[in-house]
């Protein structure tokens, strides 16, 4: 079953916008995890932000996590059509295996 | 190339035909995971390898699921008599170690895309 569920299920933006990504979870976490994917890359890792992090940056990313309300957000800066992608969060249960969200579906237009 | 590699690519079945993908993790890496993802949904957890030892088979979602890493490093999933809820793709994910607090890094591979028609 999925952990939680990542919104909006779709975005679709100009390039050079920001876009913003959100996802909730269940459970207690260690950690959480954003990755992307597409057809030409597969599913690639992003950042991780631990459970005692609210806020981390990489690049044009920048994740923030409210342990509190259960939630993260990934916002995505001066987009380009090469950000086109879907976008999951993941957490680690039991350590080990991964629980991913349903998805959001980025579309950045040229 | 050094990433984690799976084959085949895409692979057609009929319905009650035996399946099997393989997985080829980064050398080295210690923790093999195998991930079912149907269309428009994330990842979902089948199976966990650490070494050659099975430790985590919770999310095959029934007994004609099974997989195996005999040696430690390639890994194969075996899907028999296989139906139309099995289409998916099929994601290979390894990782150096996992700790408790699983914060490894998972490398994916380009995963095997199933149809069963």
């Known amino acids: 079953s999925q952990q939680g569920e990542e919104d909006p299920q779709a975005l679709s933006i100009q390039e050079g916008e920001n876009a913003t990504m959100n996802c909730s979870y269940k459970?207690?976490?260690?950690?959480l995890q954003w990755y992307r994917q597409n057809s030409g890359r597969g599913l690639v890792h992003l950042i991780l932000i631990r459970s005692n992090e609210r806020e981390k940056h990489s690049g044009r990313l920048r994740v923030t996590l409210d342990t509190s309300k259960k939630s993260s957000s990934l916002l995505i800066t001066a987009s380009r059509a090469a950000d086109t992608a879907s976008y999951f969060c993941?957490?680690?249960?039991?350590?080990?295996?991964?629980?991913f969200g349903a998805g959001t579906i980025l579309r950045v237009k040229s | 190339g050094a990433g984690v590699s799976q084959s085949p690519r895409y692979k057609v079945a009929k319905r009650g035909q035996d399946v099997a993908l393989r997985c080829d993790p980064i050398?080295?890496?210690?923790?093999l995971f195998w991930y079912q993802q149907a269309l428009g949904q994330g990842p979902e957890f089948l199976t966990y390898?650490?070494?050659?030892?099975?430790?985590?088979k919770s999310g095959l979602p029934s007994d004609r699921f099974f997989a195996e890493r005999p040696e430690g490093s390639v890994s194969t999933l075996k899907i028999q008599r296989t139906q139309q809820e099995d289409s998916a793709v099929y994601l290979c994910?390894?990782?150096?170690?996992?700790?408790?607090?699983?914060?490894?890094?998972?490398?994916f591979g380009p995963g095997t895309r199933l149809t069963v028609l």
């Open positions: 050398s080295g890496h210690v923790s």
């Open positions: 459970t207690s976490i260690n950690n």
């Open positions: 993941a957490t680690p249960e039991y350590g080990n295996k991964l629980v």
């Open positions: 390898f650490q070494n050659e030892a099975q430790l985590d």
């Open positions: 994910a390894s990782s150096l170690v996992t700790g408790t607090s699983g914060t490894n890094e998972q490398f």
